[in-house]
């Protein structure tokens, strides 16, 4: 990698469900509805980028985050 490059971090479902206080599945299910800007799958697991913020819920509403 040279100067300037940086590298794009994942994230897994769990690690994605445990950060917005949400089931792995219900990430899953996120990223398969194109929910989840940057997500992809890897064989048969998704990946998120690990700076991608909170995606809306068929409600509307924003998931919470763990300290509000």
Do not use: F
């Amino acid at each position: 990698i040279g100067r300037g490059h940086s590298v794009m971090r994942y994230l897994s479902t769990t690690q994605v469900g445990e950060k917005w206080n949400c089931s792995p599945r219900w990430v899953a299910e996120l990223c398969e509805g194109g929910r989840i800007k940057g997500a992809q799958k890897a064989g048969s697991t998704w990946i998120i980028p690990e700076d991608t913020e909170g995606a809306r819920i068929k409600s509307g509403r924003y998931i919470k985050k763990r300290d509000e």
